[in-house]
């Protein structure tokens, strides 16, 4: 199993790999591990690229992180070009996957116009829709124009007030079973990608081995095919309380670029997350 973001032979110079829709599936054939991040920014795509993170999620966490928000309802398609743009700039090798934020998708006719506006301005490879099977449709639309889509599950940011709070879902027997079956028909839908937000990992586990594509977790313990994290959590940074499935790559003390490549190196090695990460 190759841990490495390079490949070549023995007589050539390693050239970078360039994640791609059909990596990543081969990443969950092979059992290597999918190290993904947020990145909202040229400096951070560039470093982010250099380390080898194979994914960088232009998330609507930016309402969070970059524009201090309290929830991600205010951000607007324009908001998401802007800052896919800048990272679509310096990530040549991670595959670049944009979040559509809330209401860009209520409608068919909406959705893959604000798909392809992410993808034409702001060189999106793949779309990011937070989904129960109510999106079915909307993902087969996009997915029939050639749209790469990653259905997120389970913990829908954009869904906190319908929630009642940024909760833990599917712990109960019926919500479980409910999400497996939403997994599977979002697959058949055609997502090329699940991630999983705030989901045991009992569960996860079990989604993971069901689907055939591959699953990133967040807060969705170890057995996901990859894991994503919010590159400010990470960091320390993010003000006020960090998610309990976070981690503080910094804490042992060297630099951003060194805590970059030590949440890659561990999510590769299977060293994150651990319990303390996940939930029961
Ligand atoms: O917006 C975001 O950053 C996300 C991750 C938390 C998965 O959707």
Known sequence: MSTSPYQGTANSAPIKRTVTVKTLRDMKSSGEK????????ASF???LDDVGVDIQLVGDSLGNVIQGL???LPVSVDDMIYHA???????????RMVDMPFMSYW???????????????????MVKLECTQ??????????????????????????????????????DAAAAEAMLIEAQRLQDAGADVLLLEAVPASLAAQITQQ??????????GSDCDGQVLVLYDILAITP?????FSKDFLANGGDIRAAIQTYVNDVKAKRFPSSEHSFT
């Open 45 to 47: 795509a560039a470093l």
């Open 85 to 95: 743009r800048a990272v679509a700039t310096q990530c040549r090798h991670g595959l």
């Open 134 to 171: 109510a999106q079915e449709a909307i993902i087969r639309a996009l997915v029939n124009e050639g749209i790469p889509v990653c259905a997120h599950l389970g913990l829908r940011p954009q869904s906190v007030h319908k929630l009642g709070g940024y909760r833990v879902q599917g712990r």
């Open 211 to 220: 689907v055939e594509v591959p699953v990133i977790g967040i807060g969705a």
């Open 240 to 244: 006020g309380k960090r998610p309990k």
């Open 107 to 125: 409608s068919i006719d909406t959705a893959l116009q604000n798909a392809a506006r992410l993808m034409k301005e702001g060189g999106a490879q």
């Open 34 to 41: 999918i190290a993904a991040l947020t990145a909202y920014d």
């Open 70 to 72: 309290d929830s991600t």
